[in-house]
């Protein structure tokens, strides 16, 4: 069965500083990933997804994610946090049943420092 | 206009009590679902719809049950609430075509926090 591994439940960086939240895969067929954002007393929205294309995917506010498949990874990454990327993010992985089966990692809570 | 919305946003009742929590969206999408997210924000599937037919339904007590009226409705109904059901429900949508639906984008509604007493 799919898994999702999400390395680290808080993160803490300073403004500014580069933003890394680890993520790791099981999958035992090619996998399709995600990440998604939860912005206090809100709902997920989708950040960036790979489905198999470009192994570097771009997403929304400067987020972006490289597929490794040797290292069972899909690590995120901003160059610059914002005060405005605090928030919860959650890694998922489609699982391969009917397709509509998404399993999510625990969150990583990311923390901005002024 | 709201993709998915839920009602309502907030839930107090007591032990025991039959409540149940509405979802709409108006995205045209044919998959809908039903997640729980607990405490230590760990987000787990209940159930999924997709064109009123049910085809998630994860290891959840029967006190909860699912409606699909439409395409675009999915409900919660929860019988003899217990303590452990406290929690923030989120329903979510997604375009669910058979062809794509592995890469298919989820979009959540805002939840609506269950606190039992």
């Known amino acids: 069965a799919q898994s999702v591994t999400q390395l680290g439940s808080h993160v803490s960086v300073s403004e500014g500083a580069l933003v890394l939240l680890r993520c790791n895969y099981s999958s035992s067929v090619p996998p399709y990933l995600f990440w998604y954002v939860q912005y206090p007393n809100q709902g997920l929205q989708l950040l960036l997804k790979y489905t198999s294309a470009a192994t570097l995917v771009k997403g929304i506010n400067g987020f972006e994610a490289e597929f490794k498949k040797s290292e069972t990874s899909f690590h995120l990454t901003k160059p610059s946090a914002h005060m405005s990327d605090a928030a919860e993010y959650f890694c998922?992985?489609?699982?391969?049943?009917?397709?509509?089966?998404?399993?999510f990692g625990a969150g990583t809570r990311l923390f901005v420092k002024a | 206009d709201t993709a998915v919305s839920q009602t309502p946003k907030y839930l107090v009742t007591q032990m025991g009590n039959d409540k149940s929590i509405k979802c709409e969206q108006n995205l045209g999408h044919d998959t809908m679902y039903w997640y729980k997210q607990d405490s230590k924000k760990f987000l787990k599937i209940m159930f999924s719809?997709?064109?009123?037919?049910?085809?998630i339904n994860e290891t959840v007590p029967n006190r909860f049950s699912p409606k699909s009226p439409d395409k675009a409705h999915l409900n919660l109904h929860i019988n003899s609430l217990e303590l452990g059901d406290s929690a923030v429900y989120f329903c979510?949508?997604?375009?669910?075509?058979?062809?794509?639906?592995?890469?298919?984008?989820?979009?959540f509604g805002p939840g609506t926090r269950l606190t039992v007493l």
């Open positions: 979510a949508s997604s375009q669910g075509a058979l062809a794509g639906a592995r890469t298919d984008t989820q979009y």
């Open positions: 719809y997709n064109n009123k037919e049910l085809i």
């Open positions: 998922a992985v489609s699982d391969r049943g009917g397709g509509f089966k998404t399993i």
